[in-house]
């Protein structure tokens, strides 16, 4: 049974509208605690005596700060968690994109599927820093970009300078500290400009004149005290260092170290490592502006400004109301007092004091409800409050989705009832929601009403009361609306080529992802004063062989419509032109009886016409295969939609499933609609390619369609397969960073060059692949590795006359157009005189590279190490790089 879900996020009005009736405490920081915390379990330093001293940290002081970078993992989580964990410092976190254009380690997913699995990885990430609420704009990484002009012109400079002063205003931090400096270190384009434009955002939040029409939203203009940036060195001008290798007690690891835990879990980077180190590891912050007078060195952030509750009057520069030594003297006092009466054994003997504190924290926000940024901080106070409360009590609350009935069903394995299986649920269905609240501390408190989104009011006849280790259990019957929206990203693009998310949802923007379709709220008074708590609704799902996890309970389609290749090509020079056309049908629903066929352009023809389906429960999947033969085809693009009828309706939407170990499960959505170009390509006939696959990429369905033969090959086949029976064997994207079998039997697949195979390596990183082990002739391929970020650079062929660029398809400079994202990445620096250069080009500014496609005969075969990106081209059907694909592999044939 999972604790409550953190709820001391606030926002502004805006942000926080999706979810007006859970009202309770204060609406704001309920709704951002649902729309942020999703299903995941707290971490056990969250829990118990732990979890409570750190909500009791946060009581003491008004710090808030917002760390600003431009991808995940850019953040500097060991300060985070110092600040957050360890001073108590309301933190929150300001990720410009959600790294769509990353590499990805543990799956084939790219662009828009991979920013929700970063998106993901970084919230888990999130928990161990402490960071209270997560923040993104809805610029979009588009690949590693060299200069600041090319970011700033891609994104648009005063959109996602909107959308940091929107961010501002919400959150109104004292202090905002930026990852980046906004000038030539920061390296990365992007960095650049989440340097930059942080420093614009915090003059411009405070001036009313600058974007009004957020104003309008319900936002208010606000001034950070201070502002600084990371990135400066020990021998250079700073203001503050601070130590976040500093041990603390109640973590049982340095600051630093814990959120290298955190850092660990964004996986798809190559992060999935931990090196504990120890301290000190110093980092040095140069203060760029500040409200307030403050010495050129300091102790802390916040030296200068007054974080006591006592002090916000003085602190906001606000007149100090008579009353207000009382009011909020009586806050502070009993605040001081829960910290006195702390004890590790029993920390709900705090409770009391906080109560009360509470109870004078909403007197006091009553009181001053006309001075809007003093409530703003006493409501912030408010939740702060309502956590610690839980958090000393122990308040445990879940609500877990069951099929109807199922709680008397359900088993039992050593006295616990063990929740049925769940799938996500589909409009008009209805389904059964456990509840339980349990109270673990010494104070009792009475349950008045459970309720959940959706279904009928939930108040009990009489208040519960549950003394410790009491637990109400009840179940409430759900039944989603026929109408129901269904659970995606409130954001999208129509192309690759957008640069920013269009916002389908405007209160969820910001936010991480769409408020939960389902939550669980219970209200419950503790020695007569009420409070709330606030859960997604979850489901049971198997994760085997790891067990079982909960998952936030999804609204789906009845019937997912999923069709592949998504982007393909037909070679127009084949007489025969066939397409091989596969749809994959999920059944969240019984459909009894049910017809699949494809749209076609005219002219084109489908075997079979269609296909016939039916499934009897939801879960059930099944996939059906068409040729699409066409008579001709132009150089244009042609679209082969599908479409599934069952019960009088027709699906023609499907979603990829977005599901990896330890992350909430997300589904994006696609029309069925498969885009098909005809290309003027040709390839060797009857080519046999051995492919090993890297971290994932969709180059062998590029080259089967192609015409070729491919199998991808295992550790089995590398080890003892007789290699000599492929025309050419392709290493994938970054293989030798994921296949250690690869690194194994390197030496089999040399050999198979040696005697007239032909090997084609893609890019890898120089921390993955060292040329001097695994090339057949001494390289340099340097940890400062060039890459060229343009992809409209220029490029020079430099040996026209090789088979590369003749056979069996001419070769131009054309075939570099209109090509996505970049060239490429990881160029080798130096290289043996074996080697030859096949092509060069350059970023604005750049020096001339050659060292991304380099080609080398090694006894009776070819050697090609090529670090263009063909798994960013060939799924975005760019013409050039097929035939640039097809040369390769028909080297020698």
């Known amino acids: 049974m999972g604790q409550v879900g953190r709820v001391g996020q606030v926002g502004d009005n805006v942000l926080m509208a999706a979810l007006p009736a859970l009202r309770i405490v204060i609406a704001c920081a309920v709704v951002a605690a649902v729309a942020t915390a999703q299903a995941l379990e707290p971490l056990p330093q969250d829990r118990g005596a732990a979890g409570a001293w750190q909500k009791l940290l946060k009581l003491r002081t008004t710090a808030s700060v917002l760390h600003t970078t431009a991808h995940p993992d850019d953040e500097q989580g060991g300060v985070l968690a110092m600040l957050s964990r360890g001073d108590g410092a309301r933190v929150a976190l300001l990720t410009l994109t959600r790294g769509e254009s990353g590499d990805n380690a543990i799956g084939s997913e790219l662009f828009d599927a991979l920013g929700l699995i970063r998106t993901e990885e970084l919230l888990r990430a999130d928990q161990y820093y402490g960071v209270d609420r997560q923040y993104f704009t809805s610029v979009i990484d588009y690949g590693f970009s060299k200069r600041l002009e090319e970011t700033l012109v891609k994104w648009g400079r005063e959109q996602v300078l909107r959308d940091v002063v929107r961010v501002i205003r919400a959150e109104r931090p004292l202090v905002v500290i930026a990852r980046f400096q906004g000038n030539d270190r920061d390296g990365h384009g992007n960095h650049q400009a989440a340097g930059l434009l942080t420093r614009e955002a915090c003059e411009a939040a405070g001036n009313p004149a600058i974007f009004p029409e957020q104003l309008q939203d319900g936002l208010r203009p606000w001034q950070p005290l201070k502002l600084y940036m990371g990135g400066v060195r020990e021998n250079e001008d700073w203001t503050i260092r601070v130590d976040p290798a500093a041990y603390s007690p109640w973590l049982g690891e340095s600051y630093a170290n814990f959120a290298r835990i955190g850092l660990s879990l964004q996986r798809s980077q190559n992060g999935g490592r931990v090196d504990a180190m120890p301290g000190p590891a110093w980092a040095y912050f140069k203060r760029l502006a500040s409200q307030i007078e403050a010495p050129s060195r300091e102790r802390t952030f916040f030296d200068g400004i007054d974080t006591s509750l006592g002090g916000v009057f003085r602190m906001l520069n606000h007149p100090r109301p008579p009353d207000a030594a009382a009011l909020v003297g009586a806050i502070e006092q009993e605040i001081d007092t829960a910290i006195r009466a702390f004890t590790l054994q029993d920390p709900s003997v705090a409770a009391p004091p906080l109560v009360r504190g509470l109870a004078a924290t909403r007197r006091a926000i009553e009181r001053y409800a006309s001075d809007a940024d003093v409530r703003h901080v006493l409501e912030v106070k408010e939740q702060q409050f309502a956590d610690a409360i839980n958090a000393s009590i122990g308040i445990e609350f879940s609500a877990v989705a069951e099929p109807p009935a199922a709680t008397e069903a359900a088993g039992t394995a050593g006295g616990f009832s ?20 349990t109270n673990r501390g010494s104070v009792e408190i009475a349950v008045d009403s459970i309720a959940v989104s959706g279904a009928a009011a939930g108040a009990l006849s009489a208040a519960t009361l549950l003394a410790r280790d009491r637990t109400l259990d009840r179940t409430i019957s759900v039944s989603v609306p026929h109408d129901a929206r269904l659970t995606r990203p409130y954001f999208g ?341 074996a080697y030859t250069p096949l092509i060069e080009t350059h970023d604005q500014g750049q020096p001339p590279q050659r060292g991304g496609w380099l080609t080398a005969s090694y006894g009776k075969g070819h050697y090609t190490y090529f670090a263009y990106a063909f798994h960013r081209q060939l799924p975005y059907g760019v013409p050039g790089a097929y035939r640039l694909l097809a040369n390769l592999l028909s080297l020698g044939k």
């Open 493 to 833: 693009r129509e192309s690759i080529l957008d640069t920013r998310y269009t916002i389908a949802d405007l209160a969820s923007r910001a936010r991480p992802a769409a408020v939960p379709a389902f939550v669980a709220t219970a209200a419950y008074r503790v020695n007569g004063t009420p409070l709330q708590a606030s859960v997604p609704v979850t489901r049971r799902e198997a994760q085997l062989p790891y067990g079982y996890v909960m998952r936030e309970l999804a609204i789906v389609p009845g019937l997912g419509v999923t069709i592949s290749p998504r982007q393909a090509i037909v070679p127009r020079s084949l007489a025969t032109k066939r397409l091989n056309i596969d749809v994959e049908l999920t059944a969240n629903a019984a459909a009894p009886d049910g017809r699949l066929s494809l749209d076609l352009p005219g002219g084109w023809t489908a075997s079979p016409s269609s296909a016939q389906f039916a499934f009897t429960r939801a879960g059930e999947k099944s996939r059906y295969s068409f040729t699409v033969s066409m008579p001709a085809i132009e150089d244009r693009d042609y679209t082969i939609a599908a479409v599934a009828t069952a019960g009088g309706r027709a699906f023609r939407e499907g979603y990829d499933l977005i599901a990896h170990r330890d992350l909430e499960t997300r589904y994006l959505y696609r029309q069925a609609s498969s885009r098909v170009r005809g290309v003027d390509v040709k390839i060797a006939p009857r080519l046999k390619v051995g492919y090993v696959m890297g971290v994932g990429d969709e180059v062998p369905s590029a080259i089967s369609q192609l015409g070729a033969q491919v199998r991808l090959l295992s550790e089995p086949d590398l080890a003892a397969a007789d290699l000599q029976q492929f025309d050419a064997i392709m290493t994938g994207t970054r293989a030798y960073g994921v296949r250690d079998d690869l690194k194994t039997y390197n030496r089999r697949l040399l050999e198979y060059v040696r005697n007239g195979g032909n090997l084609i390596v893609l890019y890898n990183t120089p921390a993955e692949f060292d040329p001097n082990l695994f090339a057949p002739y001494p390289a340099s391929l340097p940890r400062t590795a060039e890459e060229v970020s343009e992809e409209d650079s220029p490029v020079t062929i430099l040996a026209p006359a090789r088979p590369e660029f003749t056979v069996p398809n001419a070769i131009t400079a054309a075939d570099f157009d209109g090509w996505v994202e970049q060239r490429g990445s990881k160029f080798f620096s130096d290289w043996d005189r």
């Open 418 to 437: 063990a929740a049925p299986l769940m799938n996500p649920v589909v409009p008009g269905q209805t389904f059964d929601v456990r509840i339980r609240l």
